[in-house]
T-cell receptor, first 109, second 114 residues
């Protein structure tokens, strides 16, 4: 079967760095996505990885290892507005997204 | 541009009644999707359409139907609602074949079936 695993909840301090991990087992692979979702709002696109390595975009970076079925999202210089759920999703061989349940990130002052 | 709009924002529906959730995009994306999001679960695909005139079943299609008469609109119909269909419904669209294939989401419809 297809499976995306990520921690349910994480807590971090304002100004710190946090790493949210995602492991996956899917039928085929056409890229891995990270989305941010604030409570009561729609998911918004953060990053996309299709090749191994690190993609950096401002305070956010995303890493992919296809051989390990593993990705992480790294958030630096945390701000209170980063409090949200972070969703990992893999595009399978049919170009459909398989979604993890999301990681709720709580930022404390 | 508006992106993707959904209507209604929220709805309370009696079990057994029918309802259509509306979704319209103005980005000329070829693909559109309907998801439901329940607490503790990931987004689950209900139906999708890769291009106007075609539709396909996702992970949880039972009790739902869709149509794609044109590029912009992708309505989702519940023929006879049941309480287990209480959820938040998101419509999304993407430019399949584009650089990232990322999906853009509408604001969601919160549906309660009593």
């Amino acid at each position: 079967g297809q499976n995306i695993d990520q921690p349910t909840e994480m807590t971090a301090t304002e100004g710190a760095i946090v790493q949210i991990n995602c492991t996956y087992q899917t039928s085929g692979f056409n890229g891995l996505f990270w989305y941010q979702q604030h409570a009561g709002e729609a998911p918004t696109f953060l990053s996309y990885n299709v090749l191994d390595g690190l993609e950096e975009k401002g305070r956010f970076s995303s890493f992919l290892s296809r051989s390990k079925g593993y990705s992480y999202l790294l958030l630096k210089e945390l701000q209170m507005k980063d409090s949200a759920s972070y969703l990992c999703a893999v595009m399978d061989s049919n170009y459909q997204l398989i979604w993890g349940a999301g990681t709720k990130l709580i930022i404390k002052p | 541009t508006a992106g993707i709009t959904q209507a209604p924002t929220s709805q309370i529906l009696a079990a057994g009644r029918s309802m259509t959730l509306r979704c319209t995009q103005d980005m000329r994306h070829n693909a559109m999707y309907w998801y439901r999001q329940d607490l503790g679960l990931g987004l689950r695909l209900i139906h999708y359409s890769n291009t106007a005139g075609t539709t396909g079943k996702g992970e949880v299609p039972d009790g739902y139907s869709v149509s794609r008469a044109n590029t912009d609109d992708f309505p989702l119909t519940l023929a006879s609602a049941v309480p287990s269909q209480t959820s938040v419904y998101f419509c999304a669209s993407s430019d399949l074949g584009g650089t990232y294939n990322e999906q853009f989401f509408g604001p969601g419809t919160r549906l309660t079936v009593l």
